[in-house]
């Protein structure tokens, strides 16, 4: 391939939309486009990166046995309605499989995908439409479906290995998918919108939606023999009662009010600690979950935020953090705007329905496996599998006949990676103040041949000749063969990222040398013009 023929249009200057540095470079050295909010054109060099990325995902994928499927885009609203989500077409195909003898299957396809993303951001990392790979598999019973999971977790493990992301496994919620288990591969990066509870001393991980941690045990005193009421007047939030009357935020009971699938509920936790909303709709399995409204609070409790408790309350389901379990002489709102209860005892005054950890983890709290403080870190989401069991197949009709002759529903599990998400990660995480540092793997092109001076018959020549013996030679190379300074073009081949740039020019030639730089090291070597080639593949070899 030529540059002069190519396609590639680079910018000299950032672009004023960029808001992550993989947005920015991949529309800087002509990856993308952008054709409206949450939309992007893939440009010659965006296509190769991400058939490479393909590329490697389907051999990690055909090495556990999985067998790729091309399904359509568009489906019959019925199923959707029958699934309870819009769902994959998979479980479809698979009614047609009849007996335990036909399992395991593991299918997959790579298809492009529709988000009704309200707020798009940071470029491919946050896309309204994007290309997926989800593989679904089929077992007949519980530890089959283990195993499933266990194989996707390790040739995902291999995949992003070989596409230079560093993902680290974590406990994830199921959230809307359902199902028993659910593990995410989080890159962190600053560019991420996840957060990612983490122990540097044991590995353990989770986000934010299923992290939990040891809290200091608490120091209760003995309280009074029943709630006492005392006037707040302007008090309106923890701080208030915190700084006016004495009560520590820690010895705090906050009331939320939720709405769960229609049901006023009484959310409890400690004053100081914040809900995970995530672990609500898990604990509760609701299908809709919101906050209650102003109008709405008022006719369950007669008072307003502020002033909220659950003391006394019957007829409202009640949920609470396990943090408040067994806690003594606490402040808690009275249900009448300004005034709260002091010496409450939890046990004791009031009716809990539902234990729960809802509360959402903070930096330097303790790890609930070795006691070490956690540290917080943004994280993307590069990868997720899951455990669904049989929701679906449930929900479709796919059963089997078993080893006895009945019928058993298959279980069935998820599994998913964003395409062009990994191409953004990979720029994340591979780039310096030049522009971008693929990976040999996917890099568009493994090395550039770049003739310094065209015009020149003889640099020409080798530069063609450099060139066309890499070729041959089975490597994926371009060569610069554009009439701009040496300077340009340099500045374009590490804009780009290629991994290997071969510099032909009269001055080296002069010498019966050309040079070999490492895109990654920064480092030049002067190599014979006649070894030029064994020594690139050489090079390339290494890092395979």
Known sequence: MRWSQMHIPTLREDPAEADAPSHRLLLRAGYIRQLAAGHYALLPLGVRVRSKIIQIIREEMDRIGAQEFLLPG????????????????????????????????????????????????????????????????????????????????????????????????????????????????????????????????????????????????AADGPGLPAPERFDTPGVRTIDDLAENFDASADRQIKTLVYVVDGRTTLVLLRGDHALAEQKLIDTTGAAAVRPAYPEEIRAALHASAGSLGAVGVTGLQVIADVSLRGRRDMFTGANIDGAHLRGVDVDRDIVVDTWADLREVVAGEACVRCGEPLQLQRAIEVGRIFKLGHKYSEALGASVL??????????????????????????????????????????????????????????????????????????????????????????????????????????????????????????????AVDEAVEHVRRMLASHH
């Open 74 to 217: 568009l489906h019959p609203a019925e199923i959707w309605q029958r699934s309870g989500r819009w769902e994959e077409i998979f479980t479809t195909l698979a009614q047609e499989l009849s007996s335990y003898r036909q399992l395991p299957q593991i299918w997959y396809q790579f298809r492009t995908k529709f988000r009704d993303e309200p707020r798009p951001k940071a470029g491919l990392l946050r896309a309204r439409e994007f290309t997926m790979k989800d593989s679904y598999s089929f077992d007949l019973a519980p530890e089959g479906l283990d195993r499933s999971f266990d194989r996707h977790h390790e040739a995902y493990v291999r995949i992003f290995e070989r596409l230079g992301i560093p993902a680290m496994p974590v406990e994830a919620s199921s959230g809307s998918m359902g199902g028993s288990a659910s593990v995410e591969f989080m890159c962190l990066s600053d560019a991420g919108e996840d957060v990612v509870a983490h122990c540097p001393a044991c590995g353990y991980a989770a986000n934010l939606e299923k992290a939990t941690s040891r809290l200091a045990p």
């Open 402 to 527: 078993n080893a006895d002759g009945k019928r058993a529903m298959i279980i069935m599990g998820s599994y998913s990676i964003g395409v062009e998400r990994a191409m953004a990660t990979i720029v994340e995480c591979h780039r310096d103040e030049r522009g971008i540092v693929w990976p040999l793997a996917v890099a568009p092109f493994e090395v550039a041949v770049v003739v310094a001076q065209p015009d020149d018959a003889d640099t020409a020549r080798y530069g063609a000749q450099i060139y066309e013996q890499l070729r041959d030679a089975g490597v994926d190379v371009i060569v610069d063969d554009r009439p701009d300074r040496v300077g340009v073009k340099f500045r374009d081949v590490e804009l780009v990222g290629i991994p290997v740039r071969v510099t032909v020019g009269k001055r080296g030639l002069a010498d019966g040398v050309v040079e070999v730089t490492c895109r990654a090291s920064g480092e030049t070597e002067r190599v």
